[in-house]
T-cell receptor, first 111, second 113 residues
């Protein structure tokens, strides 16, 4: 079993829709979580960093962490065609450097 | 403020040659991480370094791979005697502190022929 699981998709939504991306993890020691957006053949771009449980909002993006169920989510409001990319979630512990990534969910936003 | 820089962006090596990948972290960041991404797969952790120290190399293959982050200059990921299975995108990330957000570079795409 992978430490971080993501539904690979692909996920296709119309422009303007609310997108929900989800990950589950198995390592209860994880303290921080990150979401990245990766365009084809580019480096991952950090969208959100959250520490412990709770919600965090930044513009059109909202990250949620539920440590009791080991479930993390990223919501994208008013989705745009430019949001079409692969989204990666990751978790890690504060006293270790490595982060463990999911394999990514491919999102297409259709105009 | 320049982001994480990696060079070369593309590298072609024949089997048996050596590959050297370089990473300059963001200004003010002293923590560097290397990840490998195979086609259609996620990022796999390889090694975590601070200046002059390897902190965690649990994801690094035991043979042919090494990494360093000297006091001066970029971090280097070195792959000796490359094989076709080493073909992948290698990404470097940096952070201002252990356990904080990591920022990625554009990656080096290694092709072994």
């Amino acid at each position: 079993q992978k430490e971080v699981e993501q539904d690979p998709g692909p996920l296709s939504v119309p422009e303007g829709a609310i997108v929900s991306l989800n990950c589950t993890y198995s390592n209860s020691a994880f303290q921080y979580f990150m979401w990245y957006r990766q365009y084809s053949r580019k480096g991952p771009e950090l969208l959100m960093y959250t520490y412990s449980s709770g919600n965090k909002e930044d513009g059109r993006f909202t990250a949620q962490v539920d440590k009791s169920s080991k479930y993390i989510s990223l919501f994208i409001r008013d989705s745009q065609p430019s949001d079409s990319a692969t989204y990666l979630c990751a978790g890690g512990t504060a006293n270790a450097g490595k982060s463990t990534f999911g394999d990514g969910t491919t999102l297409t936003v259709k105009p | 403020n320049a982001g994480v820089m990696q060079n070369p962006r593309h590298l072609v090596r024949r089997r048996g040659q050596e590959a050297r990948l370089r990473c300059s972290p963001m200004k003010g960041h002293s923590h560097v991480y290397w990840y490998r991404q195979l086609p259609e797969e996620g990022l796999k952790f390889m090694v975590y370094l601070q200046k002059e120290n390897i902190i965690d190399e649990s994801g690094m293959p035991k043979e042919r791979f090494s990494a360093e982050f000297p006091k001066e200059g970029p971090s280097i990921l070195r792959i000796q005697q490359v094989v076709r299975g080493d073909s992948a995108a290698y990404f470097c990330a940096s952070s201002p502190a252990q356990g904080s957000e990591q920022y990625f570079g554009p990656g080096t795409r290694l092709t072994v022929t």
